[in-house]
């Protein structure tokens, strides 16, 4: 049997019905994790995120292991990064 795994972020106004009982944290309470998309230029991707008003946390920078990295927060709290290999 294959299996795919697809990543699912959890729409704060339907959160509780989707994952009940367990509970969702409040943005408040700070970031556990971090999605990495690969792309193929970070600057033109991040220039972009700007032109639809998204702040960009941090970035671009190269990276000492080859890859050139910016950071954003997604309306739900969850951040993001963008990914450009180097070498």
Known sequence: MKMTTLPY???PTRRHELIA???????ENGSRFQFTIRVDD????????????????????DRP???RTASFTDPGGH???IAQQLT
């Not at 009982?21 to 943005?27: D, Y």
């Open 9 to 11: 972020l959890i729409s």
């Open 21 to 27: 009982p367990e509970v969702v944290a409040s943005r």
């Open 42 to 61: 970070v600057d033109a991707v991040c220039a972009e995120l700007k032109v639809h008003g998204v702040a960009i946390l941090n970035g671009p920078m």
């Open 65 to 67: 292991w080859g890859v």
């Open 79 to 81: 951040i993001w990064e």
